[in-house]
């Protein structure tokens, strides 16, 4: 005699648990890519120790940002603090807190910048905030994500 295998709830939700997973997971990482395209990261920082100075002025220009593969991502991006200004992609570490994406960096060196770089930093809806360490200096830093105008190229009209 033939039976009919039972099949439980929980061996449904198994079933069906991982695609569902992976397709909230695909659109999660679309929808960062999308908003952290063409925006500037514009804020302030902190350095550990300092408590007697105010919040130095950040910007983070960042024209892209896509996924490599693993949990790795690029922001092609302009960074100026400080005397330094400069257009560098940078891969780092990119985790997921529930819904919420955070640069996770740990003795990084990145190019142009330098090495030794570690910072965590999390995005949530038009704001950013979070700590960074460069060798023995460290701090706060926070602030908004404000879109950039894109600008495009216009052709000449031929006379």
Known sequence: MHQNPVITTSAL??????PVQ???SAAREKAFSSRMSNVTLVGSFTVDGKTDELP????????SVTKLGGNLWTFLT???YGNVDTKVPITVPLEWAGDTPMVSLT???LPGLGSAFSARVIFHENRY???WQHGKVGGHMFG?????????QTEEPVK
């Not at 939700?13 to 991982?18: I, K, P, Q, S, T």
């Not at 908004?144 to 495009?152: G, L």
């Open 56 to 63: 130095k002025a950040e910007r983070y220009e960042i024209k």
């Open 107 to 109: 003795d990084a060196t």
């Open 13 to 18: 939700m198994l079933l069906f648990a991982a």
């Open 129 to 131: 905030a979070g700590t």
């Open 144 to 152: 908004r994500i404000e879109k950039t105008e894109v600008q495009t």
């Open 22 to 24: 992976a397709d909230e």
């Open 78 to 80: 302009r960074v100026k």
